[in-house]
């Protein structure tokens, strides 16, 4: 599983996410960044002239309400003060507008790039953290962390860099119009309100946190549940699936309900800060007035000025909240690009050059885990065109060497070669080209037949989709769909039976083509007329290409050239399926035993169906 996010720094976090917003291969995205930059100062800069020019305005205006009725006819009305107070306003607004503008594609691309970087990372990683992954968890983290992303961009460069900008800006005139104790209490005000709401938030933090774990622990349940549908009804479990769910979901209820409570504290100390530093500031500016050092225009030009600081310091607020909340969420994507890649390519890695399809496991040994070892010092081989099945009893290891052939995991010891070539020092997609699979339990996408058949090989016609499922003996039930390839299979291939499965697993093997043939105990869950059908398709696709059978039911690996037993991950014995029985050892007992049992099946049915009683 992903790291802890509390192991990594929020700095980590933004460091990760530089790269996006500044991509070294693209330069007019870079522009843009610059560009939005400008247009943010140059909005900054317009909005805190408007408050000076308010003052004018209104000190004009004052002067002529005061003169003698006589001299208001020689004084002019400040008419191009107020159409520069306009224009100041117009002009902050438009530059608010043109940074949105230059950035928006910026935000999206790293959006669009840190979620695609995340999903291509998971699938870089092995089987090992797959089987231990929770889909809907996963799912969750990445939908909350693209979305994070977008938030912390416009928050973090729309809202806090401009709300400091226009800060500094702010107090620097006002010190220089009015003097340090106007400064003194600007930053006061300015510093307690971002002391008191970094400790707060910090705390609603660690509620958020709990607040996202019992999130995440609930949609898992729920998507488990979903996707094991058919089992929650076999054991008629929906009420005990329920109640696991309702525990996950009071769990995020307490969160939620002690997070949003938490933010009320919040709200109310930062309305009592920013009130006490408005009061204070008007009543420092109105004895000001009153002594005549400053002028009615000069009191409302603070006033405009600390009722604009107002609005983003109370912003400030939300948006220091949505920022960390962000990064928390962030950290927990990002903490997935840093889990390690267990498999990786030694950089400069060839492509696999496929010249006859030998295949040699050489004294390989393998375990999931260093306290379990599942193969100890296995060798074999199957030559161009030949055909080796591997039997054993469940936990032998038989699953084991088609996860070690597709390279899902690297031997512990030893090496398993292809035509000579140690598939360690080969580039992992050039080996899995090579090497074509039916697995026992074939899951396919939700889309149509048509897709599912191609994913072996994409850019393949119409025509040669349907010559993959005539051979797979797919073609007639293909035509018997009103919708033909169209049809929709359903998630995981839900409509169709295990049969019809299995062939457009055939299907999309025999359209990419592959050298090597791997059926991993691809008939085992099939009854048995299914199963012949599924066989003799099998058969013929092999025909004269390098194949690696996993088998469970002897009977459909009795043509094989070569029969590997293993018992408990060794190497029991080997030889043809005569040849095995011959010595009357292991295999031949196994051979017995599944005798016995399809001759006791076989007389069961015969005599359920002797039990039925005909109708008239």
Known sequence: ???????????????????????????????????????????????VLVPLLYKQAVDALTAYAEAD???????????????????????????QELRDFFFARVGQRAVRRAGLRTFQHLHALSLRFHLERQTGGLSRVIERGTKA???????????????????????AILWWLYGWEVAAITFATVGIYIVYTYRVTEWRLRLRRAMNESDQQANTRAID???????????????????????????????????????????????IIIGFGVTGLMLLAAVRVQAGTMTVGDFVAVNAYMMQLAQP????????????????????????????????????????KVSGGRVAFECVGFGYSPDRPILKDVTFAIEPGQTVAVVGSSGAGKSTLSRLLFRFYDVDEGAVRLDGQDIRDVSQTSLRAAIGIVPQDTVLFNDTLAYNIAYGRP?????????AARIASLDAFVESLPQRYETTVGERGLKLSGGEKQRVAIARMVLKRPAIIVFDEATSALDSKTEQEILAALRAV?????????????????????????????????????ELLARDRLYAAMWRRQAEGAELNGQRVVAEEASVTPEP
Not at 76 to 87: R, T
Not at 233 to 261: P, W
Not at 459 to 467: K, L
């Open 225 to 271: 549940a979903l996707l094991n549908y058919e089992t929650v009804k076999y054991f008629t479990a929906e009420s005990r699936e329920s109640a696991r769910l309702e525990e996950g979901l009071r769990a995020y209820e307490r969160a939620a309900t002690a997070s949003k409570t938490s933010l009320s504290l919040l709200n109310i100390g930062q309305a």
């Open 69 to 95: 009725v006589d001299l208001r006819s020689e004084l002019l009305l400040p008419v191009w003060i107020i159409l520069a107070y306009g224009a100041g306003r117009v002009l902050s607004l438009t530059f």
């Open 313 to 352: 310091l109370n912003f400030i607020g939300f948006v220091y909240r949505e920022i960390k909340q962000a990064l928390v969420d962030m950290e927990t994507m990002y903490s997935l690009l840093r889990v390690e890649q267990e498999v990786t390519d030694p950089p400069g890695a060839p492509a696999l």
């Open 149 to 171: 992303i977008e938030t912390l961009l416009n928050f973090a460069l729309f809202s806090i860099l401009p709300t400091f900008v226009e800060l500094g800006l702010t107090s």
């Open 542 to 578: 092999s025909q004269g290409r390098t194949t690696l059978v996993i088998a469970h039911r002897l009977s459909t690996i009795v043509d094989a050239d070569e029969i590997v037993v293993l018992d408990a991950g060794r190497i029991a014995e080997r030889g043809t399926h005569n």
């Open 459 to 467: 850019e393949a016609t119409r025509a040669e989709i349907e010559e």
């Open 1 to 47: 599983m992903p790291p802890s996010p509390a192991d990594r720094s929020h700095w980590q976090t933004l460091k990760d996410l530089l790269p996006e917003l500044w991509p070294d291969d693209e330069r007019a995205l870079r522009g843009r960044v610059v560009a939005a930059i400008v247009c943010l100062v140059l909005a900054k800069v317009a909005i």
